[in-house]
């Protein structure tokens, strides 16, 4: 017997996986700190690209894993809570289209972000991976762009946004982009993330299909990072942004939101009648409430903020 979504249940897979992912990632210290005393620095000396690994492997079973044993457990409807339909050729054109100036929208919204915040706090030195040849470009794609667009998305805009949904279909959208951008632990990025977010949400409702966010998400992370690959900046960097950046973000981030909404009316367009969105049920003041309250939630905003304090 096929059972009903439920937010609580979807609110203990997402505290499990961040609890799980914060736990790693202790462990991977406390691992390394210890190697580095028994075999000295040079044994366990790790590159960002060899981290690149580890991180794919921790998506796949320490987020994805976790969702389908869930949702395969409570015998969910799997093709109905992920929305695994068809994109007609149309819809995965325009959701390719919109995923470029989206991208650069996100970019802007981060440094506009950063801007922002320098003066309250002090800001980490950023380290991405920039690989060194088509080879290495290609293994960053894939640990950056293919997965989490698959992980991700499973949890995000697959099993998070149909359990919420029960509180209105936009409502959903926004409280699962807040959960995205959290899931990120990044307050540099939380502007960009959020847009991100309820952008890949909203083409998720319009189409009825996880595959566009999933494409959404590749086409936006694999710009960013070949953005930083043509760069041919050394990380780790210096955050700093001055007012002409601020400024020139302003300037992007205009032209690109333009760009957005005409592509997104294109894609209402194409896709009338798809998908009915469901009206919310209570008032914004309630739902705010309701998540919060909720005990998962709040170990997950205590593990935000404690990360947050101990890195900023």
């Known amino acids: 017997m096929k059972q009903k979504l439920s937010v609580v249940g979807a609110n203990l897979v997402f505290a499990a996986i961040v609890t799980g992912y914060f736990v790693f990632e202790i462990i991977l210290v406390i691992l390394r700190i210890l ?40 015998n969910n409807d799997i093709l109905k809570v992920f929305r695994l339909n068809k994109l007609k050729f149309s819809h995965i054109v325009i959701v390719a289209l919109v995923s470029i100036p989206a991208c650069f929208a996100a970019k802007a919204l981060n440094t506009i972000n950063l801007y922002m915040l320098q003066p309250f706090v002090d800001i980490p030195e950023v380290y991405l991976p920039v ?44 409280i699962t982009s807040i959960m995205f951008a959290i899931y990120h632990f990044d307050i540099t990025n939380v502007a960009g993330t959020i847009f991100s977010g309820i952008l890949f949400g909203y083409m998720v409702l319009r189409t009825n299909s996880l595959y566009s966010a999933v494409i959404a998400h590749f086409i936006n992370n694999t710009i960013a990072e070949l953005l930083i690959y043509r760069s041919g900046i050394e990380y780790p960097v210096p955050v700093v942004v ?34 009915t969105p469901k009206p919310p049920i209570a008032r914004i003041r309630d739902d705010f409430i309701s998540v919060l309250s909720h005990w998962p939630i709040i170990l997950v905003l205590f593990l935000y903020i404690a990360t947050i304090h101990i890195f900023y």
């Not at 075999?39 to 060899?50: A, I, L, Q």
């Open 131 to 174: 690989p060194g040849n088509i080879s290495e470009l290609l293994v960053v794609i894939f640990t950056i762009a293919v997965t989490p667009a698959i992980c991700e998305e499973f949890l995000f805009r697959g099993l998070m946004l149909s359990s919420y949904e029960i509180r209105g279909s936009m409502r959903a959208v926004v």
């Open 242 to 275: 001055s007012v002409l950046d601020f400024k020139y973000s302003l300037y992007y981030l205009l032209v690109s939101l333009f760009l957005i909404f005409f592509l997104m009316k294109l894609l209402v367009k194409v896709t009338q009648g798809v998908y």
């Open 35 to 74: 190697l580095e005393r028994v075999y000295g620095s040079e044994f366990v000396k790790f590159t960002v690209m060899d981290n690149l690994y580890y991180t794919t492997l921790a998506q796949f079973i320490l987020l994805l894993f976790p969702v389908l044993f869930y949702s395969f457990a409570r």
